[in-house]
């Protein structure tokens, strides 16, 4: 069904430019990674074909998006989307449904193979399609939306809210889904977001002249349906084997585009399939959140280890690269502040428990702020979206053991006496190493003889302690009577 990308082509003309054979070989390279994500139109008419699997997200907007771009720079006449999702992110959704109204070519989406499914956010982008088909064994529906990041309402906005449900029974206007939602115990705010997503999907199946009535229970009660039902409701226009079928069975069927009406010419069309390029799957590696989490720890612990020890480079470049990397994949999740801000105060307290010793109440405090951050950074309420509960214990332990440990160390380095310089000689023991006449002689300290004075009378042997140190010359006095100078020093100053 699908033609393959040669390279037959290009080789012929690369010998005919009579280039060395190294040269032909690094341009051929070249030319494999930019037809390895999609196949070369076919010379005629042609469709192409897209395949998504997994959860609705940034990287499939990308792919879906591009796909469609391509398709209308190649003068496609249709765009066939095979689907099997559990959902996905409401804004990724949302643009890939934008892409599909405006898109002057017809998009066909078929839910495939058997056994898949187009739940959720699957179940409005079948309804934005222009033509709408399903492989048997496959099902819809489940579309009522998730709480994504909602506040706590009040009492009084849950009484208005409560009233205006009273009001809406009252004149005979969605008595029943008030009723419903009553008995549920659903909040306001979950009601705002199911009526607003009821409008939406309600919307899409007026405009492509399917069933509204079953699309609302399909958010509301949350009901699935099969391929054959589905049909039989008025859901989907189609039920195919495979694509082939699928463009037999739409072949002549009259959609609106953008543009305006269009008559399918589909029966035996070439579909050329374009598969995901190294940026899609970059794309879809960097926004799971827990590979962005990951890098957003490197990115932080790299910069700060480059902080404590200026020059390493190393660190320093690696976590700046990291850190850019995971803030690219987190501007395309949905991200709660809060979380992030509740990770910084963790990290804060587990530092100042070094510092301030609490029994460890401030490292406690830390570790289960810096978790409850971790649990809340990414606010999208779709499994495939949130970051694991394992990595999130396992990073927050090792957090907590590697920044108090290293925060303990360096308040402990910085109370530690110095080991070098003059600070290291003040106050040091040393032996006399003459006779001190006139009050001068000489001192062995740390191995090395120095000059040095005293007042008292000093012999060999003796030991004494620095009090002073002039250039390279020291005051000593005798260790006995280093309490007295101290007391006749205290005198002076008095």
């Known amino acids: 069904m699908s033609k393959p990308a040669s390279l037959y082509p290009y080789r012929l003309r690369l010998r005919a430019l009579r280039l060395p054979h190294p040269v032909r070989l690094l341009i051929l390279l070249v030319l494999c990674f930019g037809l390895a994500s999609s196949h070369a139109a076919p010379d005629g008419e042609h469709g192409v074909l897209l395949r998504v699997d997994g959860a609705i997200g940034p990287a499939s907007t990308d792919y879906l998006t591009r796909g469609f771009e391509q398709a209308a720079s190649q003068g496609a006449s249709v765009i066939v989307v095979e689907l099997d999702t559990p959902g996905g992110l409401d804004a990724a959704m949302r643009d890939i449904i934008r892409a599909i109204i405006t898109s002057p070519i017809p998009v066909a989406i078929h839910v495939s193979p058997g056994g898949a499914r187009a739940a959720s956010a699957g179940t409005y982008m079948l309804y934005a399609a222009h033509v709408a088909s399903m492989a048997p064994g496959t099902n819809l529906g489940a579309a009522t939306p998730v709480q994504m990041g909602g506040m706590p309402e009040s009492p009084d906005e849950e009484s208005a809210d409560n009233d205006d449900a009273a009001d809406d029974d009252d004149n005979g206007d969605n008595g029943d889904a008030a009723e419903s939602s009553d008995r549920d115990g659903s909040t306001a705010m979950e009601r705002k977001l199911i009526n607003d997503a009821v409008a939406y999907i309600r919307s899409l199946a007026e405009m492509r002249g ?7 229970k399909a958010v509301r009660d949350a009901v699935s349906i099969g391929a054959s039902e589905a049909l039989e409701l008025g859901v989907i226009d189609h039920v195919a084997e495979n694509v082939d079928d699928l463009l037999s069975q739409m072949h002549g069927r009259e959609v609106k585009v953008s543009t305006g009406m269009v008559t399918l010419e589909t029966d035996g069309l070439e579909m050329v399939r374009i598969d995901p390029d190294w940026r899609n799957e970059f794309l879809a590696i960097i926004t ?51 979380g992030g801000a509740l990770m910084l105060l963790g990290l804060a307290l587990m530092v100042a428990e070094a510092f301030a010793p609490s029994f460890g109440i401030l490292g406690l405090g830390g570790l289960v702020a810096f978790a409850l951050g971790s649990l809340l950074l990414v606010d999208s309420g779709i499994e495939a979206y949130e970051i694991s509960f394992t990595l999130i214990m396992a990073v927050s332990v090792a957090t907590a053991v590697v920044v108090i440990g290293i925060a303990t160390m360096a308040v402990r380095a910085h109370r530690r006496r110095v080991a070098s310089g003059r ?16 009050g001068r002689g000489k001192v062995r300290l740390a191995g090395e003889l120095w000059k040095a004075r005293s007042d008292d009378g000093i012999r060999r042997g003796d030991r004494v302690r620095v009090t002073a140190m002039d250039g390279l ?12 100078e101290a007391d006749r020093r205290k005198g002076e100053t008095r």
């Open 210 to 216: 399917r069933n509204a009535d079953w699309a609302e």
């Open 288 to 338: 799971n959140p827990n590979v962005a989490y990951i890098l957003m720890l490197i990115g932080i612990y790299g910069i700060i280890f480059e902080l404590a020890n200026p020059g390493s480079i190393v660190p320093g470049v690696l976590g700046g690269i990291s850190l850019l990397v995971a803030l690219f994949g987190f501007q395309a999740l949905p991200i709660n502040y809060a």
């Open 423 to 438: 600070e290291e000689i003040m106050h040091s023991a040393a032996t006399a190493a003459s006779d001190f006449i006139d």
């Open 473 to 484: 010359d020291l005051t000593v006095v005798p260790e006995a009577g280093e309490d007295a």
